[in-house]
């Protein structure tokens, strides 16, 4: 990773679809205060809301005794955030097409697809100790 | 998000203010869209004006609007949508659904122009 690491923050939340805003103020917060743009907050604030929905719902499966960690690490150059879940895992690849005529329509399945149009990066992995970590990173050098 | 309403020439038009994230706020516009429905207001605009951003738990809803009131014979109309929304309906291919409008009064009268079609 390339900057100077400045600092790393995180949040554990409950599996409750309810809290999401939590993630989202948390993240807001945090990058406002060291200065990050406003149109990378607002992407950043959607794709995390994205993948902490998603660890909630189809990590966690709302298991009210799992919870969500939402980790941040800012450096000079880029933001990177890791959301780690309690559950089963999942294959992303295995997600239905959104933009397939015949998904438009479908009220679900475009949280993945918006997360990586809106960051640089966006990995998944299984969690050495159980359930996937997503890691996503979001340059503050837009080229 | 904050939601108010009202109404102009037989259409509802929703204010939304804030962001549509999912979670309780989010519950707001999905059950007042649905109760316009079940009270037979089928003309709906959606003034995006002074929402901030949504992620797709807010686009599902406004798909769930949509196609709810094109099943009862009425519509979902957007208007001044945001340069940011506008981004996520364009990536997403949403921008083929939904009919937008400059502004809420635009998509008022285009309810007139499709009655009179």
């Not at chain 1, 679809?17 to 743009?37: N, Q």
């Not at chain 1, 941040?72 to 295995?94: A, C, K, M, N």
């Not at chain 2, 109760?35 to 798909?63: F, Q, R």
């Not at chain 2, 099943?71 to 981004?87: F, M, P, R, Y």
């Amino acid at each position: 990773m390339s900057g100077t690491s400045r600092d790393s923050i995180e949040l554990v939340i409950p599996s409750d679809p309810g809290r999401i805003s939590e993630a989202d103020d948390f993240l807001e917060t945090a990058l406002r205060s060291r200065g990050v743009p406003d149109a990378i907050v607002s992407d950043m604030a959607i794709a995390t809301t994205e993948l902490v929905n998603n660890a909630i719902v189809h990590g966690n499966k709302r298991d009210a005794t799992k919870t969500v960690i939402l980790s941040l690490q800012i450096t000079d150059s880029e933001v990177v955030i890791r959301v780690v879940d309690q559950g089963e895992g999942f294959d992303p690849g295995q997600v239905p097409d959104p933009l397939a005529q015949e998904n438009l329509l479908r009220e679900v399945g475009r949280g993945i697809f918006i997360a990586r149009s809106l960051m640089d990066d966006v990995r998944y992995e299984r969690n050495p100790g159980g359930g996937m970590v997503v890691i996503v990173r979001k340059s503050l050098n837009p080229a | 998000m904050k939601l108010s309403f009202h109404e102009k020439n037989g259409v509802v038009i929703l204010e939304p203010r804030g962001k549509i994230m999912g979670g309780p706020d989010a519950t707001v516009l999905h059950d007042k869209l649905h109760d316009l429905i079940a009270e037979k207001k089928l003309k709906v605009v959606i003034d995006l004006s002074e929402v901030d951003w949504m992620n797709s738990t807010g686009l599902g809803i406004l798909i769930s609007g949509l196609t709810t009131l094109r099943n009862n014979q009425g519509d979902l109309k957007l208007a001044s949508v945001t340069e940011k929304i506008q981004s996520l309906l364009t990536i997403t291919k949403l921008v083929t659904v939904f009919e937008a409008y400059d502004s809420v009064d635009e998509a008022i009268t285009s309810f007139g122009a499709a009655a009179r079609a």
